[in-house]
């Protein structure tokens, strides 16, 4: 998914909160030369359909800061939001394209249904829900779909397992349990739990 943001340069001496009020999110963008950084606003109201969207180092997006002349592919690297009306108060942007490698975590999304779920009553644990990758810019990934279908109970997979597209590798120990299909739990452990609990 890529997905395009209007922004401009944020006047100097301006301070935040009076920017919030004005229907505008405080924002930077960083990495497109060097070390040196912009400050920026973002309509109040484009941050939050951007959020609907976009999740942190995963989304590409192309940021367009007319006023500045600069237009580019970047990640959002930071969202600083309200603790519990989560409306946006600052965002991060960071330009990719004159970047090497990036390090990305990608949901995965299960799909399936499994054979020891469906035909041996087992319960299928999904031990990760999304997994850390070393991509180029241009290979960045919305999910990884994992087809749970063969799984027999007590079979599983690991990272060594998920097959990614040429050119993502994944960090993760390729040991590392992804998802498992557990045994059913009988009348017997469920009463040894329970005395377990109440004792």
């Not at 959020?51 to 930071?78: C, F, H, P, Q, Y």
């Not at 998802?179 to 109440?198: G, I, K, Y």
Request: glycine share 8%; with cysteine; aromatic share 4%.
């Amino acid at each position: 998914m890529e997905l395009t943001v209007e922004s401009k340069k944020r006047e100097a001496g301006t301070k935040p909160n009076a920017l919030r009020r004005s229907g505008l999110i405080p924002a930077v963008l960083y990495g497109h030369k060097g070390v040196e950084s912009v400050e920026l606003t973002v309509d109040a109201k484009v941050a939050e359909r951007l959020l609907e969207k976009a999740s942190v180092n995963n989304t590409v997006i192309d940021l367009n800061v007319a006023d500045m002349g600069w237009r580019g592919k970047t990640l959002l690297r930071e969202v600083q939001a309200h603790p519990w009306k989560r409306f946006p108060y600052h965002l991060s942007f960071f330009a990719i394209a004159a970047h090497g490698p990036l390090d990305i975590e990608v949901p995965l999304h299960f799909v399936g249904e499994a054979t020891g779920v469906k035909n041996g009553g087992g319960l299928l644990d999904t031990v990760l829900t999304q997994l850390q990758v070393r991509c180029a810019s241009d290979k960045i990934l919305d999910s990884i779909e994992i087809d749970v279908s063969n799984l027999e109970v007590g079979s599983g997979l690991s990272v060594r397992d998920i097959i990614l597209p040429e050119g993502v590798t994944a960090l993760a120990d390729g040991e590392q349990r992804v998802v498992t299909v557990l045994a059913p739990r009988t009348a017997e452990q469920d009463t040894a739990t329970e005395s377990a609990a109440e004792s």
